[in-house]
């Protein structure tokens, strides 16, 4: 019965959407219907309104979907859906102030004389109004407007034209910033949580350990990754339309012909140029450049977005006064302003108050402010007084934002009831039946999203398949696949929704302001060869992960909240980035090495001359334990060609054993809800189906190979040899930096400590005579220098006994003995301090920056930028993990 109201859910949806009602009402709507009615026949027909659900009640799964929409949205933390009105309102912005006429004129006029050059001009504009406005139907609709006319004037192919327009307005869902991939974002960071309790299961079912180790799990993502991720793969698409309309038109030049510019190219022309490509390049450089640099996060950046729309939209809307650009010139020196006192002048407002300095740049800064928020008041006012539009793009941008949330409301009922009769694990059964194992499941998803797009929006598709599909797909350890890879792939495939028959809305925009003389046919004729370049550029994507995620990994290893170099996840990365750095520096890592052993460190403390030498000690061991890492890494991989074979049929087999137990327990609960004589007939057949399954459980287990447990274990000590061989050379590589770099930080602190000989020496006398309040006050003042001295707490400690024994009832005998013990350790230290500095202190340094880019790389406190752009491209690539499941 479970199946039975599952399909009924999926249908009345299908019908619900298929008649055209309102997708915000059919998503929740048809999940309301369904869990009633399975609640009601559950009443009638067995007598409990839960029997016909996979697990909890109907009460649980109605409020689910709210339950779980406001325990995601109401996190502080998961602020992500916040940038969707901003820039939904900076796209709207731009759109009214007609940025799309004056880029397709004028960059038709630049690009008119190469061959299919008109062509080339759209994908451009295209690829610019994506990274600004993003809304496909006024990008086709302008292009279809001002674009398609000319095309068809000088003679361009029907297909040719209809099918560039329509492509090009699409760039929108992939190019960032992106309302899909923000969406895609926030449903991915939830699958990325199921997908981690998933892999964390199968670990467990594999292993029988309790924990997984870090380095196993499954990672989130973010809307700020997800536009990282997903503009090498826009830039190459546009690229690819490029190519392709330029082939066209060298190999029909009749159907694409080169249009020369009638006009002169002189100093005007190119001032035109100039002045509309210049305000959206910087925008784009405002918003992107600000996320992929770590400067603003996401929602910041849709601010900057939304108040440099206002500015544009302030010199741009139709008024001919002589201070129409004012307020746009206010912004950018205002800007300058900001950003000299940024890059010249300490900015923290805190730190003035505190400990005083020069208030110059507070104060440039403080004038740039306030020059920006009048700059932007101003245009404020004019956009609203200039046709009412200010009211209209923010009436519009409330609409939309409404729409999407509802939507998203609305997908998680509809989610929560599919999840309620068992869709979710119907669907990772059916997925993991699959032969071919990850990849095959990964081009049926795809293909069934591509299908999808024939009938559904790209919003439907992203709120209501992402997340049954995506924990499946992220939770498998063959592939490890990112959760950005992952969404931008999807993304590349949902905006082949809008070119596909007979529901894609680009042709819809496009057939409202085409001519009568282009045929719809010919629209339909156009945009197939797009749609096969939409795919080729999905395959190179799904072939090279590294486009996608070496950019995220490149700004997050370079950002100012930059990993630890002991990121459990950069181990690995980090180890092949040491390995290739030894292979080139290895005569000058270990003449370091025994220059450090040849110091003559008699002069330090005995424990301190210890540590140092085991730390010597510790590098040469460090070096031998590297080489072993590899040695167990290549035996790991040469047994694993024979063992991956069979681990993967006994994996299936077990799985198939861990289906029969949960279909028992179903079977079980089913007999439970059987009561009276009435039923027992029922009862007996549902026991015998459990005999039989038992013993179909044995069967299964019987065909499990007689060898596996001794390859299991072979292998098994095979891995657990390589961690032992890595966790080594990570011991050996700590020792050997930690001890020298703890040193050093003593010996940076010699002028300090030498400084306080005066004031400790004058204590003497105030302790053996004085106020003891004020001597004890001294003695804690001194304490407390001594405290930012690295080193000296033994002097600390002791005087912290002087401390005691001058507080309450005084007793100076206990305190001058104290202090004569803090005076004496002083005194010692001093001693070894001035004998360490010079040729002992220059041996040591030597020794920690010729170790400190290789073995020492873990004891840095961030990782140098050639170290971050190496681990970033090792780990771009996706790495098998499912030798240890």
Known sequence: MELFFLAVLVLLMAMALGSGFPVAFALPGSAIITIVLAAVAGYFAVGSMDAYFHSGGPSQWLTAGVTNLRGVYWEVERDTLIAIPLFIFMGIMLQRSKIAEDLLVTMARLFGPVPGGLGISVVFVGALLAATTGIVGATVVAMGLISLPAMLRNNYSQPLATGTIAASGTLGQIIPPSIVLIILAD?????????????????????????MPSTFDVGSTSAGEMFLGAFVPGILLVLIYMVYILIFAMLRPRAAPAVHYEGEWDRRFWGQVVLTL??????????????ISG??????????????????AGYRLPEDKPITYVPAILAILALAMIGFALANYPMNIKAYLVNGGDPTGLWIGSIGSVLLLFALTWSGIRVLRLENTLREVMIDTAKTTSLVFIILLGAAMLTAAFRAFGGEELVREFLNSLPGGFWTQFIIVMAVIFLLGFFLDFIEIAVVVVPIVAPIL??????????????????LNIQTSFLTPPFGFALFYLRGVAPAVVKTVQIYKGVIAFIILQLVALAIVGYYPPLVNYLPNRVSLLGETAPPPRNPQLQICLENYVRDKVAEEDAAIRAAISSAQALDLSALPDRTARELTEAFESAEAALAALDEIFVADDAVNAAAGNYRPAQQTV????????????????????IRFLRGDENEARREALGERIAGLREEHEAIEARIPESWEEQQRVFSELTRAEEAARNAYRRAADDAVEAPSEFLAVLDGNETFLALED?????????ASGDPKTAEESVSAVSSQLSAVEGASPVRSDLSKVGRALRGATDREAALESYDEALAEYEAQLEWRRAAEGELADGIRRYVAALNDSIGARQQPRLSREQALYIAGCNASHRDLSLNF
């Open 187 to 211: 449903q991915l960071a939830n699958a990325a949580d199921q997908a981690s309790t998933l892999r964390k299961t199968l670990h467990k079912e594999a292993t029988g350990e309790l924990s």
């Open 278 to 291: 210049v305000p959206p390049l910087a925008l784009i450089f405002l918003v992107l450049g600000s996320i």
């Open 295 to 312: 400067i603003a996060t996401v929602n910041q950046a849709g601010a900057i977005g939304a108040a440099g729309a206002l500015i544009m």
């Open 474 to 491: 992220l939770s498998d350890p063959s592939a490890n696949i990112t959760a950005v890879w992952l969404g931008v792939m999807i993304g």
């Open 651 to 670: 994996r299936t087999l077990q799985k198939d054993m861990r289906k029969i137990d949960a279909e028992i327990d179903v079977l079980r609960q089913r």
């Open 759 to 767: 004031d400790l020496r004058a204590l003497r006398e105030m302790i």
